[in-house]
């Protein structure tokens, strides 16, 4: 049979798990997690925007880590979830394309802010005298555009390149999104070389951040070695483990992804680490940040009390009727 090619046409998404036997289930325990992850990173955003005491250079580049986070999960999962209940798993030629293209920028701004909420963290614990100055406000606003514009050119440049292949026979994405990898197995000519390029260039955008991630904490750890004070130590840690986490976290799915070779991946692999770091990490970023985070717990208690107190004010201020 001729090879038809037509990129115009819609891909068909086969899901997390092809033939789900429950998928009421699935979509239960998904949607849950859509709803816990949107609700803290927007939680998070407030309280950091709402109280004076988080008006500082980390929390600044939390608040965007969080709003990356809440946009990256809209990506996928609604599309996810409404596949679930229906029969049509289509998703129109510029659908994905779009997807990759924000999926790309995201996953890539989050790399290079992570970087450089380790450097941040390092001038905190390093240089707390010269930290108001090294970190200005113009300073952070820079870090995160540069974030935002370093995902971006990563976005422009593979996205093209990706959708510009002739796609023909089956259109059937055997993957829950558009992901690059899954995409190219269905074109008709040889993506090797693309693949190739694609992945120096994965390769290249991880080391930049992972560079300054640990050159940050190799001196943060010398620092924290030679103070005397268990208190400083104390709180040096306390400051820098829960970015700790989160970066082991998304860097290790990360490294499965873009750095072990085609080998050590099969369909079903790639699908779990896919959802592990677009679903599961938004959700579990916040939660970290402020379970582990002094600053972030009280600024939540705040507000609490005083919903509560508006609360009981206007039950005592009820008019009574007559």
Same mark, same amino acid.
């Given at each position: ?9 819609? %891909?068909? =998404? +086969? /899901? @997390?798990?092809?033939?789900?036997? *429950? ?9 849950? !997690? ?76 989050? %790399?290079? =802010? +992570? /970087? @450089?909420?380790?450097?941040?963290? *390092? ?9 108001? !100055? ?189």
């Amino acid at each position: 049979m001729e090879a038809v090619y037509k990129n115009s046409t819609d %891909f068909i =998404l +086969l /899901g @997390l798990i092809t033939h789900p036997t *429950f998928p009421g289930l699935i979509f239960a325990v998904v949607f849950s !997690i859509f709803v816990v992850a949107v609700t803290a990173n927007l939680v998070m955003i407030m309280l950091i925007r709402m109280d004076s005491r988080l008006h500082t250079p980390m929390y600044f580049l939390l608040s965007q880590l969080s709003i990356m986070d809440t946009v990256y999960i809209c990506i996928t999962v609604p599309k996810m979830l409404q596949d679930l209940l229906s029969k049509d798993k289509t998703i129109s030629f510029l659908g994905c394309a779009l997807q990759i293209f924000l999926y790309l920028t995201l996953i890539g701004g989050e %790399f290079f =802010l +992570l /970087g @450089l909420m380790a450097y941040d963290r *390092f001038v905190a614990v390093c240089n707390p005298l010269r930290y108001p !100055i090294i970190m200005n406000p113009r300073i952070c606003l820079l870090m995160v555009l540069g974030s935002w514009a370093g995902g971006s050119l990563d976005g422009f440049m593979l996205t093209p390149v990706t959708m510009s292949f002739p796609y023909c026979g089956s259109r059937e994405i055997n993957h829950f999104f558009c992901e690059i990898p899954a995409v190219l197995k269905l074109s008709c000519t040889d993506t090797s070389l693309y693949e190739t390029l694609m992945y120096a260039c994965c390769v290249l955008m991880l080391l930049i951040p992972i560079s300054f991630i640990s050159v940050s904490y190799t001196r943060i750890l010398i620092t924290v070695y030679h103070m005397s004070s268990a208190e400083g130590r104390r709180k040096a840690f306390t400051t820098c483990s829960s970015h700790i986490i989160v970066v082991s976290i998304f860097y290790g799915a990360a490294f499965y992804t873009n750095v072990l070779p085609h080998s050590y991946h099969t369909p079903e692999k790639d699908k779990v680490v896919s959802a592990f770091y677009t679903i599961l990490t938004p959700m579990l970023n916040p939660l970290i940040y402020s379970l582990r985070n002094r600053d972030v717990a009280a600024a939540l208690r705040k507000v609490l009390r005083k919903h509560a107190s508006s609360q009981r004010f206007r039950v005592r201020h009820v008019p009574e009727k007559y």
